[in-house]
């Protein structure tokens, strides 16, 4: 039953729409730009196995940590964990405080430098449909170099991308938010097919399958370990309440473990995809995979232009990143906003507009000069999503009352126990121990065997 306050606060019209807005917050920027780069970086295959393997350790105990608070306590990432945790004060309460501020401020951070990659497949979409012309010197890379180092071009981008998210936000969870993934997620599944049936036909499908799958353990680096870990969190939005606040528009009755593993699976399966697609296009024209962060911006576009039907190829591809990147940018946005509402009293609309205003103002400092946007890159991938994971899963996994902590998976009968145990070791022990393991190791306290 749809209670009064659960439909003040809104609810997801549908289970289906509740997987398609997730797994839209999950695919993003993240899967289609940086897990291709950084596995292209990082050397292929044994990189992909230990993402795989990060996935399954930390990121689904504790994307499960986060649907089960956020769909008991009722509330923003704040609110939420307050409400399980708080009554039993001391530790609990100001690891809650602590934990739900840092979310609102990685949210923050995040969108605000997300908003300006976001905007250059923007500009790029442009280019591709030949509105803006490839420059005739250099090609993509000058006309990336021209876009980066232009910083109001870059910020009108960025700000095109702001006001579309702000708008859907602002209209709410069923009207904006689910309504929108609804369109954005089968309309991105669409173009990754048929950009997969492309390159299917063009060759390089099995270099890249190849590059992806088969392991090279000699290529793997004790950086790339911890890489693999940072971007597990990024990728399925974990460690700053992203699901917490989704989690919360749930209705008490679900049981969050098929959604959470099918959110899990469909963001691993699109990050794959991708790669598939995007070191085909390059190993069919003999480009380096390990081409960093201008992979999709500068080789791609090059690539595009060579190639039999490029142009369309190009424009679907952008589509496919810019749609990725609004539906990821949306539960940023709805972060922030619903601690606003909740902790403020501010109303949707003024909450959407009034922190779109500022995460704006801030996202103009990385479109400025682009080491800001690669501080705030590293400052919240590396630190504050796995230092809030941490703090999640420490707290899910011993001040959450135990009756709380287990409704999620008792709710699916008697099926539900077993697998109940194991989550509760694994976000007790596990989660926290690797992830404590890294947070050491990347600052240089705690040496890796490798
Ligand atoms: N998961 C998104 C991506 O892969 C990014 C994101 C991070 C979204 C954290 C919400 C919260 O691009």
Redesign the pocket.
């Known amino acids: 039953m749809e209670t009064g306050s659960e439909k003040r606060r809104g609810v997801w019209g549908t289970r289906l729409g509740f997987i398609l807005a997730a797994s839209g917050?999950?695919?993003?920027?993240?899967?289609i730009w940086?897990f291709p780069y950084i596995t292209g970086e990082y050397g292929g295959g044994a990189f992909v196995l230990v993402y795989l393997g990060c996935i399954a350790l930390v990121g689904l105990p504790l994307m499960y940590a986060e649907l089960i608070i956020g769909r008991r306590g009722h509330g923003s990432a704040l609110g939420s964990l307050k409400a399980l945790v708080s009554q039993q004060g001391g530790a609990g309460r100001d690891l809650s405080e602590f934990t739900g501020t840092l979310a609102v401020a990685?949210?923050f951070l995040?969108l605000s430098y997300?908003s300006v990659v976001a905007g250059w497949a923007i500009h790029f979409l442009w280019v591709s449909m030949d509105l803006i012309p490839l420059s005739a010197e250099g090609g993509a890379a000058t006309t990336f170099g021209h876009l980066v180092g232009d910083w109001r071009l870059s910020t009108l981008w960025h700000t095109v991308f702001l006001c579309l998210t702000i708008t859907v936000v602002g209209r709410g969870v069923h009207e904006g938010i689910e309504r929108a993934c609804s369109r954005l997620m089968p309309a991105l599944a669409g173009i990754l097919c048929v950009l997969l049936v492309y390159v299917g036909l063009t060759g390089g499908l099995a270099r890249s399958f190849e590059f992806l799958f088969r392991p090279d353990f000699a290529k793997l680096s004790g950086e790339g370990v911890l890489e693999a870990l940072g971007h597990a969190f990024?990728?399925?939005?974990?460690?700053?309440g992203?699901m917490i606040t989704y989690g919360s528009y749930l209705q008490n009755d679900r049981t969050v473990v098929r959604d959470g593993v099918t959110v899990a699976v469909l963001?691993t399966v699109i990050a794959l995809l991708a790669g598939l697609v995007i070191f085909a296009v390059v190993f069919a024209a003999n480009g380096n995979p390990a081409a960093g962060p201008g992979l999709v911006f500068v080789t791609l576009p090059d690539l595009f232009a060579t190639m039999p039907g490029g142009e369309l190829v190009g424009m679907a591809f952008f589509f496919l990143l810019i749609f990725?990147?609004w539906s990821?940018?949306i539960?940023?946005l709805e972060?922030v906003v619903a601690y606003f509402i909740d902790q403020h009293s501010l109303s949707r609309t003024q909450a959407s507009w009034l922190l779109g205003g500022l995460i704006w103002m801030a996202g103009v400092g990385s479109a400025l000069w682009s080491p800001v946007l690669d501080f705030l890159d590293n400052l919240t991938t590396r630190y504050m999503?796995p230092v809030g994971g941490l703090v999640i899963a420490i707290l899910a996994g011993w001040f959450v009352r135990r009756g709380d902590r287990e409704a999620g998976f008792l709710s699916l009968g008697d099926s539900g126990r077993p697998l109940a145990a194991v989550w509760t070791v694994t976000i007790r022990f596990v989660t926290p121990v690797l992830l404590a393991a890294v947070l050491l190791a990347k600052m240089g306290i705690l040496r890796l065997p490798w």
């Open positions: 917050s999950a695919v993003g920027l993240g899967n940086k990685s949210g995040i997300y990024f990728t399925l939005s974990l460690g700053m992203a963001d990725a990147a990821s940018a539960s940023l972060v999503l």
